[in-house]
């Protein structure tokens, strides 16, 4: 029983050396390439849905609070100064919702777009689930 599966084992070590032989066989490393990024085909697709999954949601709350802050300081400025504590509790009644909104739609945008981009390029890299320093310009 032992030396059957012993031979299995060999065998199967033997397949898998002659499918790669050819691609040993050239000069050139090209069709070695091929194989390597055939094989990790499987972990960029996984790369790609973690990001996708789990990059859009961060996007999305990071792009809500840029969102947030930079419309209540320009709306505070035309109604009494951004410095008034007074008249940014006043447009916040107002920047809320349409940062939520804003937001919403650019993270979901972004960190989609980073999750298929970099989850493809780099699996599974800071950039891939838009915790980056600037996930516009990724």
Same mark, same amino acid.
């Given at each position: ?34 194989? $390597?990024? *055939?094989?990790?085909? @499987?972990?960029? #697709?996984? !790369?790609?849905?973690? =990001?996708?999954?789990? &990059? ?39 920047? $809320?919702? *349409?940062?939520?909104? @804003?937001?919403? #739609?650019? !993270?979901?945008?972004? =960190?989609?777009?980073? &999750? ?23």
């Amino acid at each position: 029983m032992v030396k059957r599966s012993n031979l299995a084992v060999a065998f199967s070590l033997l397949l898998m050396a002659a499918t790669l032989a050819p691609a040993m066989a050239k000069d050139e490393n090209s069709a070695l390439d091929k194989s $390597v990024q *055939g094989g990790l085909m @499987v972990t960029r #697709v996984g !790369g790609v849905g973690a =990001g996708v999954v789990v &990059g859009a949601p961060v996007a999305v709350v990071r792009e809500t609070i840029s969102s947030y802050k930079s419309m209540t300081e320009t709306l505070a400025d035309k109604v009494g100064g951004k410095d008034n504590g007074l008249s940014c509790a006043l447009v916040s009644l107002v920047t $809320v919702p *349409g940062a939520m909104v @804003v937001g919403s #739609v650019k !993270g979901m945008y972004y =960190g989609s777009r980073n &999750g298929i981009m970099h989850g493809f390029q780099e699996p599974f890299s800071p950039a891939s689930f838009s915790i980056s320093k600037d996930i516009e310009k990724e």
